[in-house]
């Protein structure tokens, strides 16, 4: 295996949403392969974060390189799986269409998609297993098979860095543990990034947590072996497990 | 019976209704899908203070139109885009506004006043030649601008918010958008009327959209049904003599609740509804 590669990375970053800072003073590193959650109330800056790691919105102060570059440059080579709720779900549109908008990226404004362009999103249907449901209109299918279209769609372009915003969001119990294993296989080769506002959504499957509430409080991955000794943790939540849903408890704040 | 094709203006008619019927099926497959109906009727009413000021300053009334029609959709675009007011408050301000001013210039016309009941409706019985040519000419734009932005025009009306995290000139593809409605619009307000102009932008491409989940049918479909309106309206029109416009759009809805209709009679008793 190749030494570790920052895919992102965060140094001292502030921003600020109408004057209220919605980050301060930031500072992470995500590496190839990492699989990270980010946790943290709605309003505690897990878009705004989003935004700054996909170029869409400068920090006031700080640095940020993704890929090595300038977060613009590398967006062709994030994939990212908006929130579910944003689309029509009476679109006209089928599952193969949705897909091909992955590819815009690449093929650039005024150009058709080309035949290696459909290839590619064949092969990304293909991964998240719905190559068979491709004539299906959007709508038509469950929650659990529309995110992985949205996932396809992500995949479409071979990023090194997917992105998904509230992956877990109305998916049932059974479902989440098979988007999971899928984001499982996907870390194989590239570094995975999930925001959640809901706790019960990171999964044993996630390697890394961090809560973010303006400022961001990381947890690394051997924490997992002190979890029965912590028995609290900062971030103002509220949750209810069965013992035998594998679960965690993060270290307390510093 | 087929004697009506005789007449030159009866064939003018047929033809403007059948050429209308390409840009208003391609653009309101688009209208349809993105529910931007109500934007569209705002355009409309919009441009009418275009053709005031067109009589007033003695110019070309479409030319007013055109200019006004374009202002509107952009302006339309970048307040509900860019200010924290309400879609439909804009829509509603924009559309009061144009036909404010529509009625104020007109009046002060001296002289020939227009029957402002004739924009409303149009008047494609009276189609001239010239008037041919100008929706052709539209017809191809159309066409030209959405075969080159198809994908773009796709994403945008599907999902806005990917669109422009994979680096999309979302805002300029919408207003694009916008101008073509502007533009369609403002070609078919003479041939026939505001009114009409939003019923073929929205009737023929909605019960297209009860066939086929693919845009590119949906557009080949709604000029297919917005041209069997017109012809049906403009026949039952001259059989029965009734005004044109509306025999069109009443043509349409009934054809259209007949098929909404039959489809959930079919779906009731169990029978799959095959979409292509």
Redesign the interface.
Known sequence: MSVEKEVVKFENVWAYYNSHPALQDINLAIHDRDFLGIIGPNGGGKTTLLKII?G?LKPRRGKVTVLGKDPCES??QIG?V?QKS???KN????VW??T???L??Q?G??R??SCEDKKKAEEALDRVSMLKYRNR?IGELSGGQQKRVFIA?ALASDPKLLLLDEPMESVDPKVQGELYGLLKELQQEMAIVLVSHDVTAVSIYVDEIACLNQTLVYHGPKEISDEVLEGTYQCPIHLIAHGTIPHRVLKEHQ | MFDIFGYHFMQNAMLAGLLASIACGIIGAYVVSKKIVFISGGIAHASFGGIGIGYFLGINPVLGATGFGLISAIAMGLTTRRTKLPEDTVIGILWATGMALGAIFISLTPGYTTNLFSYLFGNILTVPDSELLLILVLDILIFAVVALLYKEFLAVSFDEEYSTVIGMPTEKIYLTMLCLIALTIVVMIRVVGIILVIALLTIPASLARQFTNDMKKLMALSVLFSAIFTFTGLMLSYWFDLASGATIIVTGVVIFALVIAIRKLLSSRGLPSQKM
């Open positions: 996909l869409l967006r062709s990212y908006p944003f689309f029509d679109f006209p549109i089928d269409q949705v091909l908008m992955g815009y990226s093929t404004l005024f058709r998609y209109q769609r």
